[in-house]
């Protein structure tokens, strides 16, 4: 649907998937709006610019409004691709996860996108854009020690499938579920790496690739990776098996 986007805002730009994907839409007809929490100064400067590089904290209510004026002080009128990709994640039982981390991840994976979303859809409108949202193979499967972050995903993917019908000939949504992957929201939920065999996930560029690629394709939603798509398709036709197969395991 979008082989050559001319204007991209991504969303969690400055680490691991966001980043590869900022790289992998680098070329000179391509404007990026890329949105993270760093100071412009600890980043690679041949690619967050003033011009290019909006600094701001996801999970603070003004966010939304910030990045607004970011593109109308860069007289930026047109928005071709969306990519909601910012996302945080806490490893352990919920009842051992503080209120404010709760808050901290539903405002990030959750409101950010939903709030983001409203404020950009005149920009997406004019350019009959795509809004893609980046959820996770989890949110059709259960995740213990993940429960709060499978809840955003989940959520987020119901907000994606209305939305789809209500921008039907205006704008494309799409929903992208990439597995694990090898970055830096791991250790930093406080998942112990070791136990999930961390070095075997597949590498932010390999991942940005696919999501590269499944966004150029247009379809609805995709999955990343054979064995992901397996599992997302157990975990939606077959859940009280994959269900009682999860409680087997963790006993």
Known sequence: MLDTPRTILITGATDGIGLALARQYQTPDTQQILVGRRPVDTLDPTLFTAASYCQTDLSQPESAATIERFLVERAVERLDLLVHNAGVGFYGA???????????????????????????LPYLERARGTIVFISSVVSALPAPDYAVYTATKA????????????????????????GATRT???????????????????????VAQQIAGAIARGR????IGFTNQLLYTAGTHFDGVIDRFVQRRGR
């Open 184 to 206: 830096n929201m791991h250790e930093r939920s406080g998942a112990p790496l070791d136990k999930l065999g961390w070095e075997r996930f597949p590498t932010a560029e390999v």
């Open 220 to 223: 609805p939603s995709a999955t």
């Open 155 to 178: 959520a987020l993917e119901g907000f994606a499938r209305s939305l789809r019908i209500e921008l039907d000939g205006k704008v494309h949504v799409q929903v992208i579920r990439p």
């Open 94 to 120: 919920t009842n051992d996860q503080s209120p404010a981390s709760i808050r901290h991840l539903e405002a990030v994976n959750l409101r950010a996108p939903i709030t983001l979303t409203h404020t950009l």
